[in-house]
């Protein structure tokens, strides 16, 4: 992995949205893998900054997200669909956005259809990813096995205790979701993964300097040869303390 130390999460969001920028400058057609969640949200300010300045032109470029919970509708607030719309969509004109049918009710319908889409796209250019506390990407969480495809995921509870912050209370959050599997996650041609804050700094360890092993779902990103990291102080505390930095 290569990694880019920001002085803070601000500047690791314009690290991160300038290599998003060049790759849609180099790749006009590129279909972009986004995420949700409070990391990338400064990529997306940045990236909305540079609609406006008329710098980055999005209008052939297509997206596809990591996930969304189980049964929300895409009005709902809570919804990724929403949270996507406001932070980006609303401002970016892309070509085409797209996340998982999360009401579809045949659930092997909807995640077959997920993935013959990023099939039928050609595949992910550049995947921006988070990083759960639990060393989970997208809402592939700790388990047995490396998910292949998009699949129906029950939710960790320290995962709904973590994304209850955005909800009136841990029992609005729902316990399942729809979320793109680890193998289509590796194979995207680049990965940029957003770290910030102490809480992230041992999953991050564990990513990166840990055993590659299904229960740090994150570790699968040590199979990726194009991995581009960007971190703050706090989230690579682990790994300096270890003398690994
Ligand atoms: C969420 C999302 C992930 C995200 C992660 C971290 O549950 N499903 O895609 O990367 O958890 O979220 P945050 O960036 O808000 O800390």
Redesign the pocket.
């Known amino acids: 992995m290569r990694l880019y130390q920001g002085k803070d999460y601000d500047d690791l969001s314009k690290k991160a949205a300038q290599i998003v920028a060049s790759e849609i400058f180099m790749h006009p057609k590129a279909v972009l893998g986004l ?6 949200e400064g990529i997306y300010r940045y990236l909305v900054k540079a609609q406006q300045e008329g710098t980055v032109d999005f209008s052939d470029v297509t997206s596809v997200n ?2 969304e919970y189980k049964g929300m509708f895409p009005d709902n607030e809570q919804s990724y669909h929403y949270f996507m719309e406001e932070n980006l969509f609303q401002h970016v004109p892309f070509k085409a956005s797209y996340l998982p049918n999360a009401v579809e009710e045949n659930e092997e319908k909807s995640c077959r259809e997920y993935d013959e889409l990023i099939e039928s796209l050609g595949g992910i250019d550049m995947q921006i ?4 506390a639990n060393g ?4 592939n969480e700790p388990g047995e096995v490396f998910e292949r495809g998009t699949h129906c995921v029950t939710l960790a509870e320290s ?1 709904r205790q ?2 209850s912050r955005f909800f009136d209370s841990i029992d609005d959050v729902p316990t399942h ?1 729809f ?1 793109m599997g680890i193998g289509t996650i590796l194979s995207a041609k680049r990965i940029v993964l ?1 770290v910030s804050g102490e809480n ?1 700094a041992q999953a991050l360890y564990d990513a990166f300097y840990g055993p590659i092993t299904p229960k740090v779902p994150a570790s699968a990103l040590q199979l990726h040869g194009h991995v581009a990291v960007f971190a703050d102080k706090d989230a690579l505390s682990v790994i300096k303390e270890k003398g690994l930095l």
């Open positions: 995420a949700t969640g409070s990391s990338p990591l996930d990813l988070g990083i759960g989970h990407i997208g809402f995962t973590a994304n979701a979320s957003v992230k």
